[in-house]
């Protein structure tokens, strides 16, 4: 199983399901997420689907991400994911 660092920490990480994203984008709606805390939503969500003994809220997950790598990571985590991202107009598809 593919491992990706994440702050300090190595997580355990898959691919999702169609039921996962489904299961991401219902979250999305019951909680008025916006795309960019989606994003992070889902991979929390992936993390802690592979790494069961996780707990971590979003705000602190998204904290482990410093904009300077941001872009690495989530391209890294988004690959072992399989799920490819593209911006059209300024959002995220």
């Known amino acids: 199983?593919?491992?990706v660092k994440i702050g300090e920490t190595e997580y355990k990480l898959e691919s999702l399901t169609a039921l996962d994203?489904?299961?991401i984008n219902q979250d999305k709606e019951d909680n008025k997420l916006s795309d960019f805390?989606?994003?992070f939503n889902m991979y929390?969500?992936?993390i802690k689907k592979f790494n069961v003994d996780m707990k971590m809220s979003l705000d602190e997950f998204m904290d482990l991400f410093p904009l300077k790598t941001m872009q690495e990571q989530i391209k890294e985590i988004n690959e072992i994911l399989g799920v490819n991202f593209t911006q059209?107009?300024?959002k995220m598809l």
């Open 21 to 23: 994203l489904r299961k």
């Open 44 to 46: 929390l969500y992936a």
């Open 37 to 39: 805390d989606q994003t």
């Open 1 to 3: 199983m593919p491992k």
């Open 88 to 90: 059209k107009n300024g």
